[in-house]
């Protein structure tokens, strides 16, 4: 089990200030003091987030007991079924808000793509990729196998930046077959020196994993120079990785 869901013995151990003090005003002078109100600051809030019920009373009194080596007042086993039980909760009521969030995430997708498909200069692709050109490129246009050399940033629908390779001070270059679906295509709509934004769909972004799972994304990107693919290796670091993307 983890810190949030019950203190180690270690940890309790290294509880060292007597708890009839916590009657008297703490001194915050005092490191010991200052480390057992951090860790119970810590716990404390990690069971309010998880939404476990606390009585600040039984875990004193339990701490108590495990200090002074006093006699348990719950037998070993009681105890070990009920820290069972309640990780048992816990990872369930974590279960259960983590698919809520991800049904609210793919109904705030498809919401903003269906009213963003709306407005003027937005293309629908048969993919279900958005897009709208920004400003007319000249040059070539990328083949599914080719290397791009591009600036680009990334947001969520919020409007929130979560990518930005102008913050790292260089443009990324990469092959168009090692991103993100909704890259690959988008960026085969473009021309060299052209800029668009791309409204990607959660199923052609990273779909089911990591933490941008179940996300609608929105890049800007400026598509600076197209190039013939290049052994591995060779390229920078780069935006959204296919195998990163649950497709």
Known sequence: MKLSIYLPAVLICSLSMPLSAAEEKLNFEDETVRVNYSLGHQIGGDFER??????????????????EGNEPQLAPAEMQATLVELKR??????????????LELLEEGEEFLAQNAKKEGVITTESGLQYQV??????????????????????????KTFDSSHKKGKPATFRLNGVIKGWSEGLQQMREGGKSRLFIPQNLAYGQRGVMAHRTLIFDVELISVEPPKPEGQASATPPK?????D
């Open 89 to 102: 909760k816990v990872v369930a009521e974590q279960h259960k808000r983590s698919v809520k969030r991800e």
């Open 50 to 67: 998880q939404g476990v019920e606390m009585n600040a009373e039984a875990v004193v009194q339990g701490i108590r007991d495990a200090l």
């Open 242 to 246: 296919k195998e990163e993307a649950g």
């Open 134 to 159: 920004i400003e007319e490129g000249t040059g070539k246009s990328p083949g599914p196998q080719d290397q791009v050399t591009v600036h680009y940033k990334g947001s969520f629908i919020d409007g």
